[in-house]
Each structure stands twice: as structure tokens, then as C-alpha cells.
């Protein structure tokens, strides 16, 4: 089976559970910026984080699928009542392993640079990936009916990724670089 199909070349895509839109369409651009960061979590995870922070990001990859199908699916398309759905419970997850890396990660007084370790630097790529993703569900949601727990998650998850990037750090022995603003120039 051939991988590519030419449906796309005059610049649509057809999205899940029927319609066809331009492949600029404020869904598409959700569900797209939620695929970049699969594929960011990916990479991160590829260049060899901790085991527990390792466990986690899997564990979140099979949880942006969900994000995905969600965002990819117009409310009122028969196929979205056969979505797994994005479960409230995955963001209150997320703040529990946040909670227990708060209770060792130094208290914060600046910004942190994005950096340290490889994995680390791929976190915060990963991170900042989340950030656009979580705006492009927001646009999405003004046009379009979306789970508002996709919103939520994309938040918290964005906050993770930052935690995880500190504790990959911490673990690696590796300090954080803080943004100190010079006064005057």
C-alpha cells in the first residue's frame, strides 16, 4: 500500500469522520501543532531521559493521540462518539508527578534558560511545541465546539514539560542557567 494518496495536492485534507477542509483550517492547525509535539516528546524521549521521565512521556505520546482525534473530529460527526476521549484524570496525573518533583527541584527566583542536557533542551523545545498547541485549541474552540478538557491538558502538560526538563537536569547533575536581566545595558 502506497503511503501517499494525492488528495492533498490541491490543498485539502479530509478530516476524521468525514469533510474535507483547506489544510489551513483552524482544526487542522490544532491537531497538527498536537502531531509536532508527539513528534517533538519523541525526540526528547530518543535522546535518552531518565527512566521515570521516560515512562511518562510514553505514556503522554498515547495521550496526544487521543488530544488528536478529538481536535481532528467535528463534535458533531458520527465517528466522535467512537473517540477514546481526553479524560480529566490525565491532567490531574501530570500534577501529581509535578508535586513530587516540586518536592526536590529548587524553588524558582528567575527564569530558567531553556537548556542543560540534550533531553532537557528537547523538553523545552517540547514544551514551547505545547504552548502553540494548547494556543491553536484555544482559536479552534472559538469557531468550533471542543472538549474543553483538551484545553486543560495542553495547559498542564505544558507545565510538565518544563518540570521534566528541571528534573532531567537535576538528575544529570546538570545546573540551570537563570535569566538574570542586566539593568541600564
Not at 88 to 106: F, H
Request: aromatic residues 6%.
Amino acid at each position: 500500500m502506497k503511503i501517499y494518496t494525492k488528495t492533498g495536492d490541491g490543498g485539502e485534507t479530509s478530516l476524521f469522520g468525514g469533510g474535507r477542509v483547506p489544510k489551513d483550517d483552524a482544526r487542522v492547525e490544532a491537531y497538527g501543532a498536537v502531531d509536532e509535539l508527539n513528534a517533538a516528546i519523541g525526540l526528547a524521549r530518543a535522546l535518552a531521559p531518565a527512566a521515570e521521565v521516560d515512562v511518562e512521556l510514553a505514556r503522554i505520546q498515547a495521550e496526544l493521540f487521543a488530544v488528536g482525534a478529538e481536535l481532528a473530529t467535528p463534535h458533531d460527526a458520527r465517528a466522535h462518539g467512537a473517540l477514546p476521549g481526553v479524560r480529566g484524570e490525565w491532567a490531574e496525573a501530570l500534577e501529581r508527578r509535578m508535586d513530587r518533583w516540586d518536592e526536590e527541584l529548587a524553588a524558582l527566583t528567575a527564569f530558567v534558560l531553556p537548556g542543560g542536557t540534550s533531553a532537557a533542551a528537547a523538553l523545552h523545545v517540547a514544551r514551547a511545541t505545547c504552548r502553540r498547541a494548547e494556543r491553536r485549541s484555544v482559536a479552534l474552540s472559538h469557531l468550533a465546539h471542543i472538549d474543553p478538557a483538551v484545553v486543560v491538558y495542553l495547559n498542564r502538560l505544558s507545565d510538565f514539560l518544563f518540570e521534566a526538563a528541571r528534573a532531567e537536569n537535576l538528575r544529570a547533575g546538570v545546573a540551570e542557567t537563570l535569566w538574570l536581566p542586566r539593568k541600564g545595558g
